[in-house]
């Protein structure tokens, strides 16, 4: 896909790469939404080879190879994305230092993960599509993804997707993307692979157990701002203010 390529070839070879995601995924048996776009510039680092990212994931979550490329994003961000691009390039020659720092801060920003299960395993399942299109499917990275995967569309799983709001599933987004960075940023030279070191493995299966139980995932480094509890649903059912009007004057009329 990428051989000979150019960043002017961006928006063609991603085209190919998408369709090869969803079409893996309709294999798979597994449900995407189709609406997710990368940035050009993460696309570029894929094609470059270039997986890795910043360390600091708190910061430089959204480079390399990360989950986030596989959220779905709507037309408006989309134009968004294109003329904030534009206004960057045009006054990159005469910005101040200030607007320089304010734009490199706002880029460290995380974006909102998904917050309940649908959208989490959505979000993952097309992550795996991408980690298979790059790495294959002997991938270490990409088989403990797919496991993770299938836990989370077991039935059982679904039957409790309440319990995989809010802070649960943004722990779980968290632990994949701390994972793919580790595993990236794990890369060997040749020399290495002569040496016999072994490739890098995925931690992934680790989490598991608490993954299917629902329980709390530590993992270092979770955002603070991610802590905040999902809204409580209520538990049992909300009594409509005309229903009772109505039940309260059929029962005057009956008994008045």
């Known amino acids: 896909l990428t051989h000979n390529k150019r960043k002017e070839d961006i928006n063609n070879v991603w085209k190919t790469a998408k369709e090869m995601i969803i079409k893996w995924a309709q294999t798979e048996g597994l449900a995407i939404n189709k609406s997710f776009q990368p940035d050009n510039d ?4 894929w094609m470059t080879g270039d997986f890795s990212s910043s360390k600091d994931f708190a910061s430089g979550g959204v480079e390399g190879l990360s989950p986030y490329a596989a959220q779905p994003v709507t037309a408006a961000e989309l134009d968004s994305r294109k003329k904030t691009k534009a206004a960057e390039d045009a006054s990159v020659h005469n910005r101040s230092l200030a607007e320089a720092v304010h734009i490199e801060t706002g880029k460290g920003e995380l974006p909102s993960p998904p917050g309940e299960l649908e959208s989490l395993k959505k979000t993952l399942t097309v992550f795996t599509g991408i980690v298979w299109l790059l790495f294959g499917e002997r991938c270490d990275l990409f088989t403990k993804l797919l496991d993770l995967v299938h836990v989370l569309d077991d039935e059982e799983v679904e039957r409790n997707s309440h319990l995989y709001t809010g802070i649960k599933a ?13 595993y990236c940023n794990s890369s060997l030279t040749a020399a290495q692979f002569k040496q016999g070191r072994p490739f890098p493995s995925s931690g992934l299966a680790n989490f598991t157990t608490q993954v299917r139980e629902a329980a709390d995932i530590h993992v270092m480094g979770f955002p603070d701002k991610w802590r905040v509890a999902a809204p409580t649903v209520p ?4 009594t409509d203010t005309a229903v009772m009007w109505n039940a309260t004057h059929m029962t005057s ?4």
């Open 170 to 182: 943004r722990q779980i987004f968290w632990m994949v993307l701390v994972d793919a960075k580790r």
């Open 253 to 256: 009329g009956l008994y008045g």
């Open 235 to 238: 538990t049992t059912p909300r």
């Open 42 to 45: 993460v696309i570029w680092s």
